[in-house]
């Protein structure tokens, strides 16, 4: 059997508005809440992986990259734009509302409220 990832622990103040924030953008679905007393919110990314939010005291920020194919791309930018959350083709500037990202023909890099870095790449 192949290593895959099964879940990883995104950080945040609000595990519920982080999570619900992550899947509106990504077009994901929200699952149940899930652990001991809900501690979990957990988004379904694909047949393997969940993020699973968890609120945590004071969040640091996490980077988590995604390779999509280019009509989800598309819906994720759309999302973006009509929600007015910043986007930008750089980490350090997420925010330049730029597409042109230097690994792939177009990519993004959004934030959520408590720093974490989303990366989002396409291959046209």
Known sequence: MPVTLNHTIVPA???RAAARFFASVMGLPELPLDGRDGH???VRVNDTL???FMAVPEPE?????FD???ET???ILARLRSSGIPYGNDPRQPDNGRTDHPLCARGLFFLDPDRNLYEVM???
Do not use: K, Q
Request: cysteine-free.
């Open 122 to 124: 396409s291959p046209e």
């Open 50 to 52: 969940t993020l699973d």
């Open 61 to 65: 920020g996490h980077h988590l990259a």
């Open 73 to 75: 791309f598309d819906g």
């Open 13 to 15: 103040a609000d595990h």
């Open 40 to 42: 979990f919110a957990p």
């Open 68 to 70: 999509v194919d280019p």
